[in-house]
């Protein structure tokens, strides 16, 4: 059973995963940053500016809504949607950049930098950067480039330069080691915006923490509609930004049981996924100690899904902490499951979601078999698919 113990140790670390596994250079970055948001949670001011901008710009709360016709479908008595699609960029991603850009404003940092996969971390960092009057460098795969056309062209309009990344498999894992090493060389003047709850400490705390107004608006909605709490949470997981951001505020709610769900690619034997959690093994990426997608050899395996945004060998160390203590379950869903569940939403409800957000939609389908009919559930919509109907068109 899992604990209530404080989950984060001084030295970033979730039980045995977090930490920091970065060059010396990082080190002095790092603890300023950690030292400009320990004063930032404290400080009423930086609270007041970044409710404002997440009310009056970013436009929370988002609706928990009760979607009826996908609810009878599957058999289930109420299924709800957390709708983070309906944000400013369209996903939770504005969440995170907003709380991020005030800290670099804070600090002096003239210019931010960020990965992106599916791009819609790219957009909100390039909104942020308009916003406050940032200079902004994205770096993108080519790969991702080719299949998030739409999402390029939004980052250009806002006044970013978007960055190919050619090496590797040219996606959102070398995206991100790219932009690492843009850090290391710009560290004077530049504020690295990760978009997930992953990366060296204090990211993967500091992520969630901003992304947690999803959980705490969740909880207090589903409260005031069903006077009670939920009995299950649904969520994508890649890095993991917007499952962490659902589960947290729940942690202590034995009853509540929390499901996230991976990205099974072409199936979760053949070599070609991205199930860090179900598929991975305890290992170094990116800064962090958490599960990753390795051969043999310890060196980090490609990846394959559908969703741009689930297309990375590694997890959030809180993830991994959670699985170990088993606070959460996980699963997996295939891409042809998660087309189905993209169409499905789409035709039933209306609402047309991102490829990650459809993979915790087919979820449901095999859910429903395993819970009591007059279940609460709870699915963390997180982003809207504009961006993926050339990718899912059928």
């Known amino acids: 059973m899992f604990s209530s113990r404080k989950l984060l140790d001084k030295t970033g670390h979730f039980g045995d995963f977090g930490g920091r596994f970065v060059p010396e250079t990082l080190i002095y970055a790092l603890d300023e940053l950690e030292k400009e948001y320990l004063a930032a949670r404290k400080d009423k001011a930086f609270h007041k500016e970044l409710s404002g901008f997440l009310s009056e710009y970013a436009g929370r709360p988002t609706p928990l809504y009760l979607a009826e016709n996908l609810s009878k479908y599957l058999g289930i008595k109420k299924v709800y949607l957390k709708r983070e699609d309906l944000l400013h960029t369209g996903s939770h991603k504005i969440n995170n950049t907003l709380g991020q850009a005030i800290l670099a404003k804070k600090m002096g940092k003239r210019r931010v930098i960020a990965e992106t996969g599916a791009g819609q971390h790219g957009v909100a960092t390039a909104t942020v950067a308009a916003l406050f ?40 894992k070398d995206a991100m080691t790219e932009a690492l090493r843009d850090w290391v060389t710009n560290v004077r003047n530049t504020y690295y915006i990760i978009g997930t709850v992953a990366g060296p400490h204090p990211y993967p705390a500091m992520v969630r923490d901003f992304q947690s107004i999803i959980g705490k608006e969740a909880r207090q909605q589903v409260l005031k509609k069903e006077k009670r709490l939920p009995d299950y949470l649904v969520a994508c997981v890649g890095g993991g930004s917007n499952s962490m951001g659902l589960f947290y505020p729940f942690f202590k709610d034995k009853t509540v049981k929390m499901i996230g769900v991976e990205a099974a690619g072409l199936g979760l034997f053949s070599g070609k996924h991205s199930a860090s959690l179900l598929g991975g093994s305890a290992g170094v990426l990116h800064g962090c100690k958490s599960n990753v997608l390795e051969d043999k050899f310890g060196q980090i395996s490609n990846t394959h899904s559908v969703a741009a945004g689930l297309d990375y060998p590694g997890v959030g160390p809180e993830h991994a902490y959670y699985k170990q203590i088993k606070r959460a379950l996980y699963v997996a869903v295939n891409d ?36 009591k009919k007059n279940s609460v559930v709870i699915v963390c919509l997180s982003g809207r698919g504009d961006k993926d109907l050339h ?3 059928f």
Do not use: W
């Open 391 to 393: 990718e899912s068109y």
């Open 336 to 371: 042809k499951e998660a087309l189905e569940g993209f169409k499905l939403l789409s035709e039933i409800e209306g609402i047309i979601p991102a490829l990650e957000s459809a993979h915790a939609i087919a979820y449901l389908k095999k859910l429903r078999n395993n819970i």
């Open 133 to 172: 009057g940032l200079e902004c460098d994205i770096y993108m795969g080519e790969e991702d480039i080719q299949r998030q056309g739409l999402n390029v062209l939004r980052m250009k309009l806002l006044g970013a330069r978007v960055i190919p990344v050619k090496s590797g498999t040219r996606t959102l």
